[in-house]
């Protein structure tokens, strides 16, 4: 299974051996503590340490005796608005930005667009809002500039999101210079998400809009998720709290895409 490479020009520092079991899991399905361990020349007992350490960081799931790769699974709409807030503020207020004088945007649901969203709302500007998410319609409503076209479909209360058949369709009546939208995940294949029903929605928005801004944390980088919504282009832009690296950073600038830091 493993290519056996000398052990003794590979560091053994605790970073370069989990970036070295996530770059593992990149090639394998699954990987066994005692063949890393033998590997990278540590004790078992440091390997189920640093599988633990990755799991909680989200870049890997733990497995009984060793890991796999991991499948991004968000917790409920609800749950997540109480996560990382001060990131999503950070990204909201400089995504908010980019936002101009009667703008037509498209809004997928989220934790993070609902934090745009609600920044949008202070900004005193007239645009028009086409939206499946009730929590990003009512952050909208509180200015009376704001125009608010609801998506038709089926309602998932569990997202508080509308989707289906009949949104992907509806949204084919529409334009949109811009689109803001969130993901699961982040890939070298483009941004994700968790359900396959609000990734048809996403997806449907990006094709529908002449930009797409993709407002994504650090913890979503390298991330897969069920469904990828739509691939990297020059016509994307990243707004996120952080710099990706290595294969992701590779990616985005092969496709032209823009990435802004607060």
């Known amino acids: 299974m493993w290519n056996m490479t000398d052990l003794s020009q590979r560091p053994a520092g605790k970073q ?14 699954a990987i ?4 890393l ?32 790769r991991p499948v991004a699974y968000e917790p409920g709409i609800s749950e997540r608005e109480s996560l990382l807030i001060d ?12 936002v101009e004088a009667n703008d037509i945007l498209m809004i997928g649901g989220g934790a993070t667009t609902l934090h745009f969203a609600r920044r949008a709302a202070l900004l005193d500007l007239p645009i028009t809002v086409i939206t499946h998410s009730f929590s990003i319609a009512m952050a909208l409503a509180a200015s009376p500039l704001i125009r608010v076209l609801m998506l038709p479909g089926q309602y998932d209360g569990r997202e508080g999101l ?3 058949a009949d ?13 803001y939208l969130g993901a699961s995940g982040l890939t070298v294949e483009g941004p994700n998400d968790a359900a396959m029903g609000p990734g048809l929605i996403y997806g449907a928005m990006m094709r529908r809009s002449a930009h797409t801004f993709v407002l994504a944390d650090h913890s979503k980088f ?7 919504y739509g691939p990297w282009s020059e016509s994307v832009t990243l707004i996120s709290d952080a710099d990706p690296e290595g294969e992701l950073l590779e990616a985005l600038r092969e496709a032209g895409v823009k990435v802004m830091i607060p």
């Open 16 to 29: 370069n051996r989990q970036k070295q079991i996530v770059a593992d899991l990149k090639l394998y399905p």
């Open 32 to 35: 066994r503590v005692n063949e």
């Open 37 to 68: 361990a033998e590997r990278l020349g540590v004790s078992t007992e440091t390997i189920r340490r640093d599988l633990a350490d990755l799991d909680e960081r989200g870049l890997i799931n733990r497995t009984y005796g060793g890991a796999m």
């Open 87 to 98: 990131e999503r503020q950070k990204i909201a207020g400089l995504a908010a930005g980019q």
């Open 162 to 164: 509308i989707h289906g």
């Open 167 to 179: 949104t992907v369709e509806q949204l084919q009546k529409f334009r949109a210079n811009k689109a």
């Open 222 to 228: 390298d991330r897969p998720s069920l469904t990828v």
